[in-house]
């Protein structure tokens, strides 16, 4: 029989799993800036950050506030003995409806050959809302570092491009500018890209290109402390977010994508500023970033491109395990047909099919009892509480209160089942249920295998040591230890790791990656409940503590002032009406209603342009009267099977940003703005708006020249956006007692003018 002394030995191997585990989430102590030069500091960095953003103000691509942080770049640059280059003009990113003026800053320490080169990237321009410390000052200063470190080092073998990118923000303009134009990109063969979706944790790779077998395996050797996990990748690849590096990636060229992710509130908020970065994520950054630069440095960078992907994950962020995918199957099959093979030899005199019945009973009723207690905890964790969608401040009790829900599932089904279940039937069930995801990710999904090899392949270990072992009565004990082991660290993993995507709202699905470790760890409490009398009383004593830690978490504040809510205020006017709107304006969830109905807002629709208005805590006020675009000079040509319609505007002087909006059943096909390609319906995204824009950030003096091709000659409709200054008179009543725990986010406060127009039929055609 299979039997441990108690299950508090399972309890341990969790507890220290978990510490191993939140070390792949966590970050180095920071150098100090006296360390030798050739490790990075986080606070040498940490000075160049704080230079470069010394006003603490937003800087959009194209605003004055930018090209203050550019010229202080190229004067950082410089000073390391680089002539950097600025790649200054207007352009536009067909693939987002997206244009802005561009100055990408360019600079190169030649290398021996010259051949190839190597890039290191991160984007200097920031969001509407403050000054971009994490996003993406963090990688401009860590690679104004290395490029200061590098400076005094023997040329690479290959040449070594840093680019300082412009307009990210708006589309990833900068970067594909560099990519179409530049003709130093021909020579760039990698391209190590640092990004930030938060403030804190760890610097994680988590999107790198295809063909990533020789990649990954210098990822493995280049980097002290690697977080990376090609679920990650495999996620990301699906979902509608987009870096810089999207634009090589697109192009053919290898490289490695790394960010932080924690503390995301405070991304694109007013206090993204250099006080609330970690200087933890820092440094992990910079020393990804210079370990890669070493190691790529002299390698010959085309043969970096292998024919197949591989699977990896971070072991506690010590070593990186990687396989090519080509093994995935023959993998699985070796170890899920091995471990099947010894649960059968060690129960051989046990065994009976019939004894699978209630089996196949208890694993599916484990599996359902766990997803009904992650739903249920939803609601008193997330549903009840105003949090934001992707953290909370304070995660330990929502996190206890879902494990002692998976605790309580298995109790009850040790409890109900234990009399008619022996624990080699379960056994088999449990690792054969194992073998068969691992065969569905073989086959579905090979970069993700690790999910299931590496329990089968702990189990099987454990199969071999068990060999060697005296006879006992438990002949596979250490196979059962260590499968559950191996299959505690995938479910670890992956528990913390979906908090970077989903916050307690969503615990069902926060509880899936824990049924690996509970349904593994049934054999084991199975044998050891079968010589006990188990009562109800522990079950009581989980509810209770469950209901106790729900309870707490209620009164937890889902927002902070360090971890604040999304709340900007805003100002919209339609023109037309006699009538403007304030209106407290909030893209994650509805603003803070105590203030807003404590100040006269009530919840209504807003206009924005879009087909549809947006419910908004509001209140009407004495229109303002803004300026507004001027559209003259309508064309219409037939152009093929299509229909290609001119019209120019005026825009009023300061406008940061001109905003065209059609609904999708217009059939626009392509769009021009001063005669570049803006939008470009056949270019494939990850992501498709359920309405076309065209955004013109900065435009800067002078008319701006439309063009957009139709598959129709019918009139359109059109919306005009643009934004203005939000005059301090009309917020100065609002802003006496503004919430502690709310913060300016993403477009942040402005005054925004509404207009209509209608391109006629076809009256205006010219042949």
């Not at 970050?27 to 940490?46: G, I, K, M, Q, Y």
């Not at 917020?731 to 503004?738: D, I, Q």
Request: net charge negative; proline share 6%; hydrophobic share 45%.
């Amino acid at each position: 029989m299979l039997r441990l002394r108690h299950p508090v030995s399972l309890v341990i191997i969790i507890v220290l799993l978990t510490l191993g585990v939140l070390r792949s989430f966590s970050t180095p102590a920071p150098r100090d800036a006296d360390s030798p030069d050739v490790l990075f500091s986080a606070h040498r960095a940490d000075v160049l950050l704080r230079d470069l953003l010394r006003e603490d103000q937003p800087h959009v691509s194209g605003s004055a506030a930018n090209r203050v942080v550019r010229d202080r770049v190229i004067a950082y640059l410089e000073d390391f003995g680089y002539s950097p280059e600025v790649q200054a003009l207007f352009y536009c990113n067909a693939a987002f409806g997206s244009c802005s003026p561009v100055e990408n800053v360019i600079a190169v320490k030649p290398g021996s050959s010259g051949k190839d080169a190597l890039m290191l990237t991160a984007h200097y321009d920031g969001s509407w809302t403050g000054p971009g410390a994490a996003d993406d000052g963090a990688g401009v200063a860590a690679i104004l570092e290395i490029a200061r470190m590098a400076s005094d080092f023997p040329p690479f073998e290959n040449d070594v491009v840093f680019l300082f990118s412009d307009s990210e923000e708006n589309g990833l303009i900068g970067a594909d500018a560099f990519a179409n134009l530049h003709p130093l990109f021909r020579k760039v063969k990698a391209v190590i890209n640092l990004e930030a979706r938060g403030v804190s944790g760890s610097s994680a790779m988590f999107e790198t290109g295809d063909g990533n077998r020789r990649m990954i395996r210098s990822l493995a050797d280049g980097v002290e402390r690697p977080v990376a996990n090609s679920l990650t990748y495999e996620v990301y690849k699906r979902m509608p977010n987009d870096t810089d590096y999207s634009v090589y990636k697109a192009r053919g060229v290898l490289g490695l994508n790394f960010a932080f992710s924690e503390g995301v509130a405070v991304y694109h908020s007013a206090i993204d500023d250099p006080d609330h970065l970690d200087l933890g994520s820092l440094q992990h950054h910079g020393d990804n970033a210079w370990g890669m630069l070493n190691e790529l440095g002299d390698r010959n960078l085309p043969r970096l491109s292998a024919k197949e992907n591989a699977g990896y994950i971070d072991i506690f962020a010590s070593r990186l395990i990687h396989y090519p995918a080509s093994i995935a199957l023959g993998l699985t099959l070796v170890l899920g047909v091995s471990t099947l093979i010894a649960i059968a030899l060690a129960y051989r005199k046990d065994f009976r099919f019939w004894a699978l019945r209630w089996g196949l009973l208890a694993v599916p009723f484990l599996i359902l009892l766990i997803a009904l207690s992650g739903f249920v905890l939803s609601y008193p964790l997330g549903h009840w509480a105003q949090l934001h969608p992707l953290e909370h401040p304070q995660p330990w009790p929502g996190r206890i209160a879902l494990c002692l829900g998976v605790v309580l599932s298995l109790f009850v089904t040790v409890k109900l089942f234990r009399n008619k279940v022996s624990p080699c039937a379960v056994m088999m069930l449990a690792w054969g249920l194992v073998f068969l995801l691992a065969m569905i990710l073989a086959n579905k999904l090979p970069t993700a295998s690790h999910l299931m090899l590496i329990p089968l392949l702990m189990f099987t270990i454990g199969a071999l040591i068990d060999l060697f072992r005296k006879k006992s009565r438990a002949p596979l004990l250490m196979a059962s230890v260590l499968g559950f082991a191996g299959a505690a660290f995938i479910s670890l993993y992956h528990f913390f790791m979906l908090e970077v995507v989903l916050n307690f709202d969503q615990g069902l699905v926060r509880v899936l990656p824990l049924i690996l470790v509970a349904a593994t760890s049934l054999p084991i409490l199975f044998a050891w409940a079968g010589e006990r009398e188990l009562t109800w009383q522990p079950a009581r004593w989980f509810v209770v503590a469950i209901l106790a830690i729900s309870f707490v978490h209620l009164f937890l504040p889902g927002f902070t002032a360090d971890r604040p809510r999304d709340m900007s205020m805003i100002y919209s006017e339609v023109e037309g009406s006699d009538k403007g709107t304030l209106a407290l304006e909030s893209i994650f969830r509805i603003p803070d209603m105590k203030y807003a109905r404590g100040h006269g807002f009530d919840l209504g629709p807003l206009d924005y342009g879009l087909p549809e208005p947006v419910v908004r805590p509001m209140r009407e006020v004495q229109p303002l009267n803004l300026p507004g675009l001027a559209l003259t000079m309508q064309s219409l040509q037939r152009e093929d099977m299509s229909w290609r319609r001119r019209f120019v505007v005026e825009v009023p002087e300061g406008v940061p940003l001109v905003q065209i909006i059609l609904d999708q059943d217009q059939l626009l096909e392509k769009a021009w703005v001063n005669g570049q390609l803006a939008l470009d319906k056949t270019i494939r995204t990850k992501h498709r708006a359920k309405v076309d824009r065209l955004r013109v950030v900065n435009p800067g003096p002078g008319p701006l020249e439309f063009e957009l091709l139709f598959g129709s000659s019918e009139a359109v409709d059109l919306a005009a956006v643009t934004w203005h200054r939000l005059p301090a008179v009309l917020t100065a009543p609002f802003m006496g007692n503004w919430p502690d725990d709310a913060q300016p986010f993403l477009y942040g406060p402005r005054a925004q003018k509404i207009q209509r127009f209608e391109l006629t039929a076809g009256s205006t055609q010219e042949n």
